[in-house]
């Protein structure tokens, strides 16, 4: 700051004398005028002793002289004109760069106050505060060290408010209020979509939905649990639920796919013990429906009475 306004007096000075030059250029021309009309005078006195010519000849000097002096003039206020508005337009930056200098000390000044406040929420722990203010934290002027700890915390805030709210789900499931535990597991779930957690929270989601009469949303989210690769251990898990909430649906093809994925990859699970005897089922309903299917088509052709 101290610099800029030295520089500013510096150009103001330099200003203040161009015109001082200016003046004194202007002193001299009129002097200059003065001494020529003497001499003009000087030389009418002596025209009776001189002939026209060289009137005529000292008449041109004088011309030629005013109007190098004019030309010479002329030159000096265009330089110190064009001097003048070259420290104008610089002075006109400094001015700018002052201003934008004084808003970004303003903006951090006001980012340090967010940022203090925000980290006293870290300190205190108050998650659902910390999460709730980030959008508006992450947009303030911080510094790049400021906003890489804020985010880290708030993403660490994340991942413990939905892991909270996905075990009070766990309970309302094991206390079969469904309809209350799906709520809490969607809610895990937009607190932190793409967490570690996230599989076992689509999977226990999963589970709820089809609990609560919902097996066409559950199916989605099985077959979610079982592509996934974030946590392979839930695949079978997932396999499961595919199988069972596809056969709700009605759909038997799926059904019996799942089941036999869920066999094949896990042979020695717990869950393929089970998916056994429900493939055999599965696929005993297919085949009876598609032979079911084959006599109903065939009837019209022996019926001639039927519509």
Request: proline share 0%; net charge neutral.
């Given at each position: 700051m101290r610099d800029v306004e030295d520089e500013v007096r510096?150009?103001?000075?330099?200003?203040?004398?161009?015109r001082g030059l200016i003046i004194k250029t202007n002193n001299l021309v009129n002097a200059l005028g003065s001494d020529i009309k003497s001499i003009a005078?000087?030389?009418a006195g002596y025209e009776r002793r001189f002939k026209w010519d060289s009137g005529v000849a000292l008449a041109v000097i004088g011309v030629l002289t005013f109007l190098g002096l004019k030309l010479y003039y002329d030159a000096q206020l265009s330089a110190y004109?064009?001097?003048?508005?070259?420290a104008e337009t610089a002075a006109e930056e400094l001015r700018v760069d002052l201003g934008d200098e004084v808003r970004r000390a303003s903006e951090r000044a006001s980012a340090a106050a967010q940022a203090e406040k925000y980290y006293g929420l870290i300190r205190a722990r108050k998650r659902a505060e910390v999460v709730e203010q980030y959008p508006t934290i992450s947009k303030a002027a911080l510094s790049p060290a400021e906003a890489a700890v804020f985010r880290d915390f708030e993403q660490q805030f994340r991942r413990d408010l939905s892991l909270a709210v996905y075990k009070k789900g766990l309970v309302l499931s094991e206390g079969r209020k469904y309809a209350d535990a799906i709520k809490h597991f969607e809610e895990a779930i937009e607190l932190d979509p793409d967490g570690s957690n996230t599989p076992a929270i689509r999977s226990a989601l999963a589970f709820a939905l089809?609990?609560?009469?919902r097996p066409a949303e559950a199916l989605v989210l099985a077959q979610?649990?079982?592509?996934?690769?974030?946590?392979l251990a839930l695949q079978p898990d997932g396999w499961w639920l595919t199988a069972l909430s596809a056969r709700d649906v009605g759909d038997l093809d799926t059904s019996r796919d799942a089941l036999r994925v869920l066999i094949n990859k896990w042979p020695r699970s717990v869950l393929s013990r089970d998916a056994r005897p429900l493939l055999r089922e599965v696929t005993k309903q297919i085949y009876l429906g598609k032979k079911g299917a084959t006599t109903t088509t065939a009837a019209p052709a022996t019926s001639p009475t039927s519509n």
């Open positions: 510096e150009i103001k000075k330099e200003i203040v004398e161009s005078k000087r030389q004109r064009s001097d003048m508005g070259s089809r609990k609560d009469g979610q649990v079982a592509q996934q690769e974030t946590d």
